[in-house]
């Protein structure tokens, strides 16, 4: 069983940073893209940025230049820095990883329980 565990969400003012961090475990035979989505109320899921297993990155356009995902191979882990934030970023953050559990396995997608992340004064 594989599970995706979520840490560093919270309330930050206009204008400030967070970093979230995610890590996956269990049985995990290939983990390949790992990714953020974020939903606010009212809205859909949106994907935030998404980096492949050769840390190929792409970004939503509402982020670029002011978020930076990476990924730690060898920890199965995730993260996601988030600079000059303003109110529209408030959501719950997601992590989403593709992962293969044996050599002829399927590949699943799994999500993190979600991290609250407001941006108010």
Known sequence: QVQLVESGGGL??????????????GTI???YNMGWYRQAPGKE??????????TTTIYADSVKGRFTISRDNAKNAV???MTSLNAEDTAVYYCNA?????????????W?????????S
């Open 12 to 25: 930050v003012q206009p204008g400030g940073s967070l970093r979230l961090s995610c890590a996956a475990s």
């Open 29 to 31: 035979f290939k983990l």
């Open 45 to 54: 899921r949106e994907l935030v940025a998404d980096t492949t297993s050769t």
């Open 79 to 81: 993260y996601l820095l």
């Open 98 to 110: 593709w992962i293969t559990d044996s050599l002829r396995g399927p590949t699943y997608s799994y």
């Open 112 to 120: 993190g329980q979600g991290a609250q992340v407001t941006v108010s």
